[in-house]
């Protein structure tokens, strides 16, 4: 079945960067856009942006900009979220997400980011 | 890009009817087609309950309905049951070709 694994848990000192994947499987990878979503303790989901797996096109919310970076690797159905110049504010659990026209399915178990000097 | 605005909690009693709603702006609801719900139990990974407003992927409760109307998405779960007790969140992509959350409501079955 469809599946998305995502990279453990990661903690980074303020100002630093930290990269996270998903590895998909159970289905055609360069098929389906892949978006990221996050969620800071006791908070709501907010959606970081989205790569298109096909020609590596990348679409980011705009308070991200600048600070993101979203790639992907066809030969090993994995996508990539770098976020940069962490700040506490940035301590959450970053989701994987599958797009199939207009849903988000499946998710990635999700990978908690922490921000602590 | 502000949240979909959804109201903090919405409660009810078993068997009960509850609507949570979705409102935003005509730019914030950029096509029909991708007006999606999600339904997150505490510490678990949100799942879809509907996608294209009022679509229900298989393996989801009938008593889990979408409807839209002008700038407001709505979510109805109809025979309000223990299990529903979650947060929901609605989800819409923009005229900026980008997506964007609600503010995500706590259900609360009494």
């Known amino acids: 079945q469809e599946r998305l694994v995502q990279s453990g848990a990661e903690v980074e000192n303020p100002g630093a960067s930290v990269k996270v994947s998903c590895k998909a499987s159970g289905y055609s990878f360069t098929n389906y856009n892949m978006h990221w979503v996050r969620q800071a303790p006791g908070q709501g989901l907010e959606w970081v942006g989205r790569v298109i797996p096909r020609g590596g096109g990348t679409t980011y919310a705009q308070k991200f900009q600048g600070r993101v970076t979203m790639t992907r690797d066809t030969s090993t159905s994995t996508v990539y979220m770098e976020l940069s110049s962490l700040r506490s504010e940035d301590t959450a659990v970053y989701y994987c997400a599958r797009g199939d026209f207009g849903k988000l399915d499946p998710w990635g178990q999700g990978t908690l980011v922490t921000v602590s000097s | 890009q502000s949240a979909l605005t959804q109201p903090a909690s919405v409660s009810g009693s078993p068997g009960q009817s509850i609507t949570i709603s979705c409102t935003g702006t005509?730019?914030?609801?950029?096509?029909?087609?991708?007006v999606s719900w999600y339904q997150q139990h505490p510490d678990k990974t949100p799942k879809v309950i509907i996608f294209g407003v009022s679509n229900r992927p298989s393996g989801v409760s009938d008593r889990f309905s979408g409807s839209k109307s002008g700038n407001t998405a709505s979510l109805t779960i109809s025979g309000l049951q223990a299990e529903d007790e979650a947060d929901y969140y609605c989800c819409s992509y923009t005229t900026s070709n980008i997506y964007v959350f609600g503010t995500g409501t706590k259900v609360t079955v009494l």
């Open positions: 005509s730019s914030d609801f950029g096509d029909d087609n991708y």
